[in-house]
């Protein structure tokens, strides 16, 4: 997997966008970036993923900069219940088969 | 929506019983995967399944866990001699088949304490 760099932590007001930012500068051409989320203790929840082009699903939006070495994951309007460790991952399984491996994420609190 | 389904969600064990960790993937998926979580730290990949045999298995995974597909639609971990050290979530997850993006779905976790 390519290393992935995440802030520790951020905060976001009820409504509003949230903007969580992912590092992968050494990805490779063949990797795909992966944005899941563990709410408390529960499973990680599959959010998003993207190879070249930016992706929309009902959930998020996933922007991928033209080198790829940078992503955004935007949720549009946060809740309360986006309240959540977010995860961002780049893997192939080329690269490192059937494994995800999960790095520390970021902690995003929707605040009222 | 379909669900990975895991049984029991909290089972409490003494250190050096075996447990029964147990899963119902999607069911159209064709891989199965263990992850585990101790508390405060990083989700843990633990083996991935396919075909009736291990496909892949981490450094975590040595002989005290086996999986099995005993039937159908279970798939199951089991921990033998558990340790203090072993308890953790644990989450099954599944996923169609791999190549290209590979999307997994996890369970709502077990949750193993062992005393």
């Known amino acids: 997997d390519a290393k992935t760099t995440q802030p520790p932590s951020m905060d976001c007001a009820e409504g509003r966008a949230a903007n969580l930012p992912c590092n992968h500068s050494?990805?490779?051409?063949?990797?795909?970036v992966y944005w899941y989320r563990q709410i408390h203790s529960q499973g990680p929840q599959y959010i998003i993923h993207?190879?070249?082009n930016n992706e929309t699903n009902e959930m998020a939006s996933l922007i991928i900069t033209e080198d790829r070495k940078s992503s955004t994951l935007i949720l549009p309007h946060a809740t309360l219940r986006d309240t959540a460790v977010y995860y961002c991952?780049?893997?192939?399984?080329?690269?490192?088969?059937?494994?995800?491996?999960f790095g520390e994420g970021t902690q995003l609190t929707v605040n009222p | 929506e379909p669900e990975v389904t895991q049984t029991p969600s909290h089972q409490v064990t003494q250190m050096g019983q075996e447990v029964i960790l147990r899963c119902v993937p999607i069911?159209?998926?064709?891989?199965f995967y263990w992850y585990r979580q101790i508390l405060g730290q990083k989700v843990e990949f633990l083996v991935s399944?396919?075909?009736?045999?291990?496909?892949?298995k981490s450094e975590i995974f040595d002989d005290q866990f086996s999986v099995e597909r005993p039937d159908g639609s279970n798939f199951t971990l089991k921990i033998r001699s558990t340790k203090l050290e072993d308890s953790a979530m644990y989450f099954c997850?599944?996923?169609?088949?791999?190549?290209?993006?590979?999307?997994?779905?996890f369970g709502a976790g077990s949750r193993l304490t062992v005393l």
């Open positions: 997850a599944s996923s169609v088949g791999r190549g290209g993006a590979n999307v997994l779905t």
């Open positions: 050494t990805i490779s051409g063949n990797e795909y």
């Open positions: 993207g190879l070249k």
């Open positions: 991952i780049a893997t192939s399984q080329e690269t490192s088969g059937s494994r995800l491996t």
């Open positions: 069911s159209n998926h064709l891989y």
């Open positions: 399944f396919y075909n009736n045999e291990i496909s892949e």
